[in-house]
T-cell receptor
Framework: QKEVEQNSGPLSVPEGAIASLNCTYS??????FFWYRQYSGKSPELIMF????GDKEDGRFTAQLNKASQYVSLLIRDSQPSDSATYLC???????????FGGGTRVLVKP | NAGVTQTPKFQVLKTGQSMTLQCAQD?????MYWYRQDPGMGLRLIYY???????DKGEVPNGYNVSRLNKREFSLRLESAAPSQTSVYFC???????????FGPGTRLLVL
């Protein structure tokens, strides 16, 4: 079992709809959770981080964390073609300070 | 403010050749990291440096060496390149190990 798992996609959503991305992790003691966006041929850039159970909103993005169920999700509201990218989930395990990345979910927003 | 810079952007090597990938950051960050990214594999940590003067192995360190030259610079060396090291290499930095990591633009390496 991978430490951090994501559906590779592609997740195809119409413009204006909500894109919902999920990420599960195996280390129950993980403390910090990050979502990065990566355009094709570019480097990852941080969208959001979340440490506590519940929702965290930033503009059109909402991160949701459920530590009991060991998943973190990212919602993209009013999806735009410019949101088409690969979204990487990263988790900092309880032991150590290194980030573990999932394989990423490719999102395609169709006009 | 350039953030994290990497050189070169692209490189083609023959099997057995050596090379050094350079990384520098101007954000006064303490921690620096080297990752490789392969299709479907996500980012995998090769080596990291928690602070100037220290380096530690990550998930996939075999075939690589690193040097934390000073607080700004962290280099990755391939002593004898192999086709399995064909990948995109990203350098990242953070103010501390618990903090957000910021990535450089990447180096695309092809080993023939």
């Amino acid at each position: 079992q991978k430490e951090v798992e994501q559906n590779s996609g592609p997740l195809s959503v119409p413009e204006g709809a909500i894109a919902s991305l999920n990420c599960t992790y195996s280390d129950r003691g993980s403390q910090s959770f990050f979502w990065y966006r990566q355009y094709s041929g570019k480097s990852p850039e941080l969208i959001m981080f979340i440490y506590s159970n519940g929702d965290k909103e930033d503009g059109r993005f909402t991160a949701q964390l459920n530590k009991a169920s060991q998943y973190v999700s990212l919602l993209i509201r009013d999806s735009q073609p410019s949101d088409s990218a690969t979204y990487l989930c990263a988790v900092r395990p309880a032991a150590g300070n290194k980030l573990t990345f999932g394989g990423g979910t490719r999102v395609l927003v169709k006009p | 403010n350039a953030g994290v810079t990497q050189t070169p952007k692209f490189q083609v090597l023959k099997t057995g050749q050596s090379m050094t990938l350079q990384c520098a950051q101007d954000m006064n960050h303490n921690s620096m990291y080297w990752y490789r990214q392969d299709p479907g594999m996500g980012l995998r940590l090769i080596y990291y440096s928690a602070s100037e003067g220290t380096t530690d192995k990550g998930e996939v360190p075999n075939g690589y060496n690193v040097s934390r030259l000073n607080k700004r610079e962290f280099s990755l060396r391939l002593e004898s390149a192999a086709p399995s090291q064909t990948s995109v290499y990203f350098c990242a930095s953070s103010s501390g190990q618990q903090e957000t990591q910021y990535f450089g633009p990447g180096t695309r390496l092809l080993v023939l």
